[in-house]
T-cell receptor, first 114, second 113 residues
């Protein structure tokens, strides 16, 4: 059973456009939702994260929107640049326990065309 | 402040062999988690180490084992390698078990032939 579902699998956006990646989760106990960016041959890098007590968080060109009732969250990349071309992973975690492992979506490969 | 470093970066092993992967955690981080990332998939949690003890495990068989040392560095050992073990193995460190601001290393690409 996949606990975090991510879509789309791949995304092509023109330079300057908005990239939107969506994720849905099942476990209502999750209380931490990060997004990771991964370039080929590299490990995932933490991009931005949100907790369910806020509906939106913005850091530079990256914004997370969070809908607790729908159990969905999304990443918006404004003014997308070719350097943003990478694979993006959403993840979820329950921090209330004694061990907080991340559960990842399957990833979205973003290509930003110049 | 040093980041998370893993060694080796690439490794080729034969089915049935054993392998040891190493990870140095980021300075100030006492918790290390290991993840397996198959090609085209998201990372999957293997286990977590805190204070030199295993602190949680994902759906992986006992032939996947680990260690954490007093300096918080860690090892992942896999026995009786299978072809499906071919993957990128990622180590992530964090400041505590409940602080999931996890920072990943570059990974070890393991190929089992």
């Amino acid at each position: 059973q996949q606990q975090v579902k991510q879509s789309p699998q791949s995304l092509i956006v023109q330079k300057g456009g908005i990239s939107i990646i969506n994720c849905a989760y099942e476990n209502t106990a999750f209380d931490y939702f990060p997004w990771y960016q991964q370039f080929p041959g590299k490990g995932p890098a933490l991009l931005i994260a949100i907790r369910p007590d806020v509906s939106e968080k913005k850091e530079g060109r990256f914004t997370i929107s969070f809908n607790k009732s729908a159990k969905q969250f999304s990443l918006h990349i404004m003014d997308s640049q070719p350097g943003d071309s990478a694979t993006y992973f959403c993840a979820a975690c329950y921090q209330g326990g004694s061990q907080g492992n991340l559960i990842f979506g399957k990833g979205t490969k973003l290509s930003v065309k110049p | 402040e040093t980041g998370v470093t893993q060694s080796p970066t690439h490794l080729i092993k034969t089915r049935g062999q054993q392998v040891t992967l190493r990870c140095s955690s980021q300075s100030g981080h006492n918790t290390v988690s290991w993840y397996q990332q198959a090609l085209g998939q998201g990372p999957q949690f293997i286990f977590q180490y805190y204070r030199e003890e295993e602190n949680g495990r994902g759906n992986f068989p006992p032939r996947f084992s680990g260690l954490q040392f007093p300096n918080y560095s860690s090892e992942l050992n896999v026995n009786a390698l299978e072809l499906d073990d071919s993957a990128l193995y990622l180590c992530a460190s964090s400041q505590s078990v409940v602080n999931t601001e996890a920072f990943f290393g570059q990974g070890t690409r393991l190929t089992v032939v």
